[in-house]
């Protein structure tokens, strides 16, 4: 195998290498996991308020219980003293029974803000287990891209691995005159060798002069008159 094309093969692992490295680095910083992960932390946090805000009726409710359970005390005793038979004057039995009425309707009142917080509660609970089965699968699915995260890397890893070994192996048989030349030319251009189709140069897409090409078949390194690059004839493919 001539220099030529044990170049090119050295530049395609290169290629390869630098797409790898960069396929890992994102992999590794893992957007879509992140913001999956930000997303599950926003909906953990509003399960905790939805549940503080729960924990806040719930103590309402159970004062206004107690708030009641008073209220149908008084109206009791004053059920007793209405009819006991201990009342001996109009004007006694008259507040007594303005005062019933007046408990009574308190009593409605209580009965209509329970209702109401009930209700309020009863949106609240659907709301955390919404919440709640909503977390619960995003949880789920961030296990498993966590995992399928781990397989890609350990995959890709093992992948530039046995590349780079296979850089090195082929980096043995380049020269040290070519491999400097290589270098030179790619401190300047991103692809240092380029494909000659033709008489045509792919990197800088010019036609060659012919003592190019006749000194091209000779086997020798040649690099284009125009950008520079060491030329690959693919006819050798």
Not at 17 to 26: A, F, G, Q, T
Not at 74 to 88: A, R, S
Not at 225 to 237: D, K, V
């Amino acid at each position: 195998m001539n220099q030529n094309k044990i170049l090119w093969k050295y530049q395609e692992i290169e290629r390869i290498l630098e797409k790898e490295e960069k396929v890992l680095k994102e992999v590794i910083k893992g957007k879509e996991i992140s913001q999956r992960i930000k997303k599950h932390k926003l909906l953990k946090n509003n399960f905790e308020t939805k549940k503080n805000i729960l924990k806040e009726q719930e103590n309402r409710l159970r004062k206004v219980e107690h708030e009641r359970t008073e209220l149908e005390y008084e109206i009791e005793i004053i059920k007793n003293q209405l009819y006991g038979g201990k009342i001996n004057d109009l004007k006694q039995l008259e507040n007594l029974m303005k005062k019933e009425e007046q408990k009574k309707i308190e009593l409605n009142e209580i009965d209509s803000r329970t209702l109401e917080m009930m209700e309020e509660m009863d949106i609240v609970k659907e709301d955390l287990k919404g919440i709640g089965c909503k977390g619960r699968e995003l949880g789920k699915i961030i296990k498993n891209m966590l995992e399928e995260r781990k397989r890609t890397i350990e995959k890709i890893e093992k992948y530039i691995m046995e590349k780079k070994i296979e850089k090195e192996e082929i980096t043995n048989k380049i020269t040290k005159e070519n491999i400097e030349k290589y270098m030179d030319i790619k401190s300047r251009k991103k692809d240092p060798v380029a494909m000659l189709k033709g008489d045509i140069c792919m990197g800088c897409h010019m036609d060659l002069p012919v003592m190019t090409l006749t000194k091209l078949k000779a086997k020798g390194i040649i690099v284009c008159n125009n950008c520079g690059r060491i030329l690959y004839p693919c006819e050798e493919e």
